[in-house]
């Protein structure tokens, strides 16, 4: 059986606390983009399960450390009946983008693990072993678009739809660990109501009425970001920003781009996508 974990982008991001845990309170919306990895899973009859990755590099120091195994595991401890499986992922969506492809790929690996053992976990079920694996895996057992808060792992239904306009993800070859980005970030109180603001105003308004905080201090570091966002906006982009912790930079646009306009990017990852 074979499964297509997506990629999502956030709109918008507040960090907003700093929580006993260690972890952070941050406020975001998250929205599911059909650029995807390639997942199979099958019964293997050996005596390990087995993970195979091609396509793009994945950075871990061993297979233990891969959020699919992970994720198959967490259902082991729960389901010992499980057998033993081969696990071959296709990597497609770049690492250290803040495009989410880690944490979909483990939610995707509950779900599909879910369907061929036939588990008969719910979603809410799923949700609540996904936020073991990750702040954004519980985002990809619904994969709709949603408000986020707490870690980001709790969820909010929002009216908003991109449906029908395009965007441009653009990833140079910068990589940004979570942990790099959270330096020198002072977390906040939000002095705007992201939600509202991105279901009742144009999406052309929103570059003046939300940000993403990371943004401050990481184009500072690596400016060729800054200006890939300019870029964005002087092809025509209605909204530009970096994804989560970066460094993937997405424009969208109420246009389709030409291949001239594609092409101004020349770098490893460039996407373009109509958005449904």
Known sequence: MIY????????GLNVVQKRDDGFHNIETLLYPIDVEDILEIRPNGKEETILTLT???????????????????????????LPNVD?????????EAGLGGGSSDAAFTLQLLNFVFELNL??????????????????????????????????APTTLSLRGKSILLIKPDISISTAQAYQGIVPKESEYDLLNIVESRPIVQWRH????????????????LKEIKDKLYEIGALYSQMSGSGSCIYGIFDKDLSEDEINL????????????
């Open 4 to 11: 297509f974990p997506n990629c999502k982008i956030n709109i």
């Open 55 to 81: 396509g793009l590099p994945i950075k871990s120091h061993s297979s233990s450390n891969n959020l699919c195994i992970k994720a198959y595991n967490i259902l082991k401890k729960d389901f010992p009946e």
């Open 87 to 95: 696990i071959h992922l296709h990597k497609i969506i770049p690492m």
């Open 122 to 155: 719910s979603l809410v079920q799923l949700d609540k072993y996904a936020q073991k694996l990750g702040s954004d895996c519980a985002f990809f057992i619904y994969n709709i678009p949603a408000y986020a808060y707490e870690k980001g792992n709790r969820l």
């Open 209 to 224: 009425l939300i940000k993403n905080d990371f943004e401050e201090n990481i184009f500072k570091n690596h400016p060729e």
């Open 265 to 276: 990017f020349k770098y490893p990852f460039v996407c373009h996508k109509t958005l449904k």
